[in-house]
């Protein structure tokens, strides 16, 4: 009950930030063009792929609780992992364009209206931080989530550079602060997007998940009661938040009830020192000649 109570809240939250976010990028894109602001412009494209994010988060949020069929035997888990990709591809592409943009702009910067940029930036700040305290709860464990949460992160402090932009060229007059301020925002929206990029990436080549070293997770099996040796280990992530993990293990020649023992030990320590919950473990005894052949033959 806690749990699906959890998960309809993470979709309540979801479905307002993507509601809240998208109203926000067309005042702001509107008052990108009013003011002749290429950093409220870059910012409101920057919202805007906050808003693909959390589109996708929201699609893969709904993937992701389905249950497994005959033809997704895992379930949907990749789904939230692939979204985070796609969106991270296109905030890349995103910042090119602004790069390109900035530097005709400093070239010959236009007259910007101050007052426009900070309204609009001040309102940016107060939008980006109500949704981030909403994403907050769910960004620990979730890579898609956690993506949305640091795209918001990015606007937040993308939103206070432009504050800061905007006064001071109200007093200094420095019409080359606006492009300079749209190459710090597409700098942060590179610097976020490589993270999810690279993390996606990894689960998507079924690379060892984040914080785990394969060494470890051998030497914490080889001293379980009752095994004797590990081999042909594979660790990876099903989603971004859901491991599991396949093995051969070594055991003496022992009752079927003693090795159910052994494996429950293995399964418990897994679970509860490295939280991998989807095991497969191939017991082998030790008078078999060709370790991994399924053969039984004496020594």
């Known amino acids: 009950m806690h749990e699906h109570t959890h998960s309809h809240g993470t979709g309540t939250v979801l479905k307002w930030s993507l509601a809240v976010t998208v109203l926000f990028v067309l005042v702001e894109f509107a008052a990108g063009l009013e003011a002749h602001s290429l950093a409220l412009l870059s910012d409101a494209g920057h919202n805007l792929t906050d808003a693909v994010a959390l589109l996708l988060a929201l699609f893969a949020f709904h993937f992701q609780s389905k249950p497994p069929d005959e033809v997704r035997t895992f379930g949907y888990h990749r789904a939230g992992v692939l979204a985070a ?27 910007v209206h101050t007052g426009i940029m900070l309204v609009v930036a001040v309102l940016g700040l107060l939008v980006n931080t109500g949704v ?53 925002i597409a700098a942060l929206i590179i610097w976020t997007a490589w993270t999810i990029v690279r993390e996606s990436l990894n689960i998507l080549l079924e690379g060892l998940p984040k914080g785990l070293k394969l060494s470890t997770v051998e030497q914490a099996m080889r001293r379980v009661e009752g095994v004797i040796g590990v081999h042909d280990l594979h660790i990876w992530s099903l989603g971004s938040s859901v ?26 320590m897994l679970r509860d020192r490295f939280d991998i919950h989807h095991t497969t473990v191939q017991f082998e005894h030790t008078n078999c000649a060709l370790p991994g052949s399924g053969c039984c033959l004496p020594h």
């Open 243 to 268: 491991h599991a993990l396949s093995c051969h293990v070594r055991i003496e020649d022992v009752p079927p009830s003693e090795s159910e023992t052994i494996l429950e030990r293995l399964n418990r």
């Open 132 to 184: 981030m305290w909403g994403l907050h709860r769910d960004s620990a464990h979730d890579l898609n989530i956690r993506g949305a949460f640091l795209h918001m992160l990015g606007d937040a402090l993308g939103s206070v550079a432009i504050i800061a932009g905007a006064i001071t060229i109200r007093y200094t007059g420095w019409r080359h602060i606006d492009p300079i301020l749209s190459i710090l």
């Open 85 to 111: 990709f796609v969106n991270a591809l296109a905030l890349l592409l995103l910042s090119g364009f602004i790069f390109f943009e900035s530097y005709r702009r400093l070239l010959d910067p236009p007259e």
